[in-house]
């Protein structure tokens, strides 16, 4: 337990230092005019309450990654614990700030045109399609999980709580984001926040059945020989720590604030409350294996069995309601963000409301495709979550090279405040996708040697280009 608490601290304590460290290089100024002000649009760019404003982040960002990929994540043991904080403090809350100021400071810039600027037309391209089916990607996986959990919950067979679901998203993409995701995620939110804490109270009864940092840091994944440590732990768990998803975020919400001094509580401090929540279900998944083994792999059976035998029947569905809630407001603005990525590549006006009907009937068919494929069997739905938690990782390492570049050139003594995550996630993308199964299926050792030699590569062509470019 006294590991638990710890790292709770920490995660405290890091958004009022470095958090506040981080915030100071940028440097806001309250006196700018946002672009909420400048271009109000009545759609996409409206002035909104910053308690509103991080209700939206919070719940943006707060998907199944911090619930499902911490309840696999704590399969490896206390490795988990470290990485959310460590990864969370300096890496993934730092990613979000920077990239939500950044697109605050550009008229709330999509990622992939802050990446052209940053990195180069070339990598603007890649970025621009990589990212609208990794937000599809988000979309699906986004359907299927929560929908499972409401079929639980009512009588009602899960293809039609995904059709249920699928309209929600058509409406919340297209909507003024006042009328409807303004209105309803302060009401997730609280069935949300109210599972973490359910959560957490009743975790202090059960601290003995919580590994300690004491016991070591061995991996205690009953595969442990298939799935190593490193880089499993590091993609299993993406969003209580770093994801690429959240950078596609932030500019829907630097779109609405109304001045840069919110952006350390929107953006840091979303990212902190959420490796919270990757803690709290982290710790839950660690007492859950202990009284059950290890052999459930269902991270939907875990949530449900935690959330009842825990809090009890109306408390367990509240926290269930919480869970489906998270995933389903990532899915809407997931889809949402691909529209504005796609307006923005094409300059389409998103005032009309049938030109965004232009941009997200095609995407919604797509989307659907994909869909039906995940249904085909289980491994389908498998490997297309493996593929997304490897896209979204792979996407934060671009925005980390992208925010070294900047930081390089307006805060060249700060640039390893980025650039040593984007090294380290560097080699953590590329080592997977050449072992995995659904990758390039490569020897261990051998395999390692090229992600650290590719990750030296792109270091030295980084301070090659910006050492030539002064």
Known sequence: MITFLVSLLLLVVGYFVYGRLVEKIFAPDPSKVTP??????????????????????????????????AIMGAKFGTSAYI??????????????????????????????????KYLGLSVQQFTRLFSIVLMVLVGVVFVSGP??????????????????????????????????????????????????????????????????????????HPSAVDTPIFPMLFISIACGAISGFHATQSPMMARCMTNEKQGRPIFYGAMIVEGIVALIW??????????????????????????????GTVGGVLAILGVVFAPITSGDTA?????????????????????????????????????????????????????????????GVITLWALSVWLMRTRRKWHLMTLIPAIFMTI???????????????????????????????????????????
Not at 37 to 53: F, H, M, R, S
Not at 95 to 108: E, F, I, T, V
Not at 429 to 443: H, M, Q
Not at 450 to 457: D, Q, R
């Open 147 to 220: 929908a499972g959990l409401l079929q639980n919950l009512t009588s009602l067979h899960q293809q039609w709580w995904m059709l249920i679901i699928f309209l929600y998203y058509l409406l919340a993409s297209m909507l003024p984001i006042d009328k409807l995701i303004g209105k309803v995620y302060p009401l997730f939110a609280v069935a949300l926040l109210f599972m973490a804490v359910g959560i957490l109270v009743v975790l202090f009864t059960k601290g003995s059945m919580l590994p300690e940092i004491t016991d070591g840091l061995q991996n205690t």
């Open 335 to 395: 889809f949402r963000s691909a529209r504005l990525i796609i307006a923005d590549i094409f300059a389409i006006d998103q005032t009309p409301i049938k030109k965004r009907l232009l941009i997200c009937v095609p995407m919604f068919l797509l989307a659907s495709g994909i869909l039906l494929y995940s249904l085909s069997d289980v491994e389908g739905f498998n490997i297309i979550w493996r593929y997304f938690a490897w896209a979204n990782q792979t996407l």
């Open 83 to 116: 990485w959310i904080v460590l990864g969370c403090i300096f890496a993934g809350a730092v990613h979000d700030y920077l990239a939500g100021m950044l697109s605050l400071r550009n008229n709330g810039a999509s990622l992939p045109e802050l990446i052209g």
């Open 36 to 69: 909420a002000v400048a271009l109000n649009d009545g759609v996409d760019y409206v002035p909104l309450k910053p308690w509103k404003i991080f209700t939206i982040q919070f719940l943006n960002i707060a998907g199944l990654g911090p619930i499902f990929g």
């Open 428 to 470: 953590v993308v590329s080592l997977y996708i050449l072992i995995a199964d659904e990758g390039l299926n490569l020897p261990y050792n051998p395999s390692l040697y090229v992600s650290i030699a590719i990750s030296l590569i792109l270091t030295g062509l980084f301070y090659y280009k910006e050492l030539r470019r002064k």
């Open 282 to 311: 982290a710790a839950a998944a660690n007492v859950f294996f202990n009284q059950h083994g290890m052999a459930e792999n269902n991270a939907a059976v875990i949530v449900n069995e935690i959330s009842t035998s825990w809090l």
